[in-house]
């Protein structure tokens, strides 16, 4: 009898073990899981950002930069609804460029999110991509870079070029194309660029902080006073 609850003993002991070794198994198995998948949504993300603005006009670590705008510095009456983020790409401790990570929910099929990228200096666009949406296969994609290039008509625009009334779509009077049987997208698109400009130009001190004081600043009026 006494073997025989020895034995128990040891196997209890021995199952414990295995059970510990397999819980610390699973639990590295799934931290290193993360890190990888949060490496890859790093690169991928860091890709986008160069597109945005060049790797070769800033010296710090882009995907590290990112703050979110605190309450009292987002967006009030625009299409955005949720918190924004910010990357702020900087070169020998000055400012460049920073990149706004907006998301309005005036698309057709609902929400949008874009990086809008301001440069510091003269308020201009460095680029426009979009990195989320559910828009229409064949008609409201077309924002893709890999669909067509009409994003890239943002390069180097700015509240003063075309002019405040330009920055509507085609059908609106307005300088930027529409898509062929879809206009809802571009005009969303075109709206959450402008309204990004128009938020920089007047927070870009506080975005920037020091870094930002010896620019030039040019303030337009954008209607609100």
């Known amino acids: ?27 590295m198995t799934d931290q290193l899981t993360k890190r990888k998948i949060a490496e890859n949504k790093a690169t991928m993300l860091l890709q986008v950002l160069n ?18 705008l605190p309450q009292k510095n987002k967006f009030a009456n625009t299409p955005f609804q949720r918190d924004i983020n910010v990357y702020l790409a900087t070169k020998n ?17 609902g929400a949008i999110t874009i990086l809008v990228g301001v440069n510091a200096k003269d308020y201009t666009l460095s680029g426009v991509r979009v990195v989320q949406h559910k828009e229409t296969p064949g008609l409201g994609d077309k924002m893709e870079t ?29 300088q930027f194309d529409q898509f062929t049987g879809a206009t809802i997208t ?3 698109i075109v709206n959450a660029v402008k309204t990004t400009l128009l938020y920089a130009q007047d927070h870009m001190d506080v975005i920037f902080g020091a870094l930002n004081s010896g620019n030039d600043k040019k303030v337009i009026n954008n209607g609100n006073g």
């Open 186 to 188: 571009p005009r969303a």
């Open 51 to 68: 597109e945005v603005v060049p790797k070769d006009n800033y010296d710090n670590d882009l995907v590290k930069s990112k703050f979110t």
């Open 146 to 174: 890999r669909k067509s290039n009409w994003v890239l008509a943002f390069n180097n625009t700015s509240l003063n070029n075309p002019g405040i009334d330009g920055w509507q779509v085609k059908k609106d009077g307005g």
């Open 93 to 109: 401790n000055q400012a460049v460029t920073a990149i706004f990570e907006v998301t309005t929910l005036q698309g057709y099929s």
């Open 1 to 27: 009898m006494k073997k025989h609850i020895e034995a128990m003993k040891k196997a209890g002991v021995s199952l414990a073990i295995f059970a510990l070794i397999s819980v610390l198994l699973v639990a």
